[in-house]
T-cell receptor
Framework: EPEVTQTPSHQVTQMGQEVILRCVPI?????FYWYRQILGQKVEFLVS????????KSEIFDDQFSVERPDGSNFTLKIRSTKLEDSAMYFC???????????FGQGTRLTVV | GNSVTQMEGPVTLSEEAFLTINCTYT??????LFWYVQYPGEGLQLLLK?????DKGSNKGFEATYRKETTSFHLEKGSVQVSDSAVYFC????????????FGTGTRLQVTL
């Protein structure tokens, strides 16, 4: 069964450093998303991406964040200068053309120290 | 904006007990409704969905009916198992291009022997 894959599964970084979280969505999907889940809290929407541009972003997704689909298969989330409060589980998701069911990756646990 | 309200957890049940996890929503238009499950240490998996009023989603013995008149999508299972122990998230999607998911806070279910 096709799946969304994310790497790394866990990343530890120092405050102020840049991190790139990587995702490979399901190959024929068209819509891509990043969500985050701070420990013990709800899953929050960060950004959606379609046709090589951002469709929607939340207020969490400020200038420190960016997304890119560099090569037609990977979908990346970059945090330019990490803060302690960026520590969370980050989930990538994708949906097909019907856009009715989102498939999630296993997540990347980001720990900022 | 859209919002989802779930019953607070944790919910602790004995094996074979009946489960109900309440979920109500606020949305404009005609959202699609979902239940996602997160097993310990894993990502989000779609459990079931309903895309229009009066639809019943079902999977693995779980059911939920889209009730537009009460804006609810309660999750039920007649007989829970220890393996059902997980966090359950109710979510909605507003529809349209690259439509994001809005999640509830999640309800932790612990099933004991």
């Amino acid at each position: 069964e096709p799946e969304v894959t994310q790497t790394p599964s866990h990343q530890v970084t120092q405050m102020g450093q840049e991190v790139i979280l990587r995702c490979v969505p399901i190959s024929n999907h068209l819509y891509f998303y990043w969500y985050r889940q701070i420990l013990g809290q709800k899953v929050e929407f960060l950004v959606s991406f379609y046709n090589n541009e951002i469709s929607e972003k939340s207020e969490i997704f400020d200038d420190q964040f960016s997304v890119e689909r560099p090569d037609g298969s990977n979908f990346t989330l970059k945090i330019r200068s990490t803060k302690l409060e960026d520590s969370a589980m980050y989930f990538c998701a994708s949906t097909g053309w019907e856009n009715t069911e989102a498939f999630f990756g296993q997540g990347t646990r980001l720990t900022v120290v | 904006g859209n919002s989802v309200t779930q019953m607070e957890g944790p919910v602790t049940l004995s094996e074979e007990a009946f489960l109900t996890i309440n979920c109500t929503y606020t949305a404009t238009g005609y959202p699609s409704l979902f239940w996602y499950v997160q097993y310990p240490g894993e990502g989000l998996q779609l459990l079931l969905k309903a895309t229009k009023a009066d639809d019943k989603g079902s999977n693995k013995g779980f059911e939920a009916t889209y009730r537009k008149e009460t804006t609810s999508f309660h999750l039920e299972k007649g007989s829970v198992q220890v393996s059902d122990s997980a966090v359950y998230f109710c979510a909605l999607s507003g529809g349209g291009t690259a439509s994001k998911l809005t999640f509830g806070t999640g309800t932790r279910l612990q099933v004991t022997l």
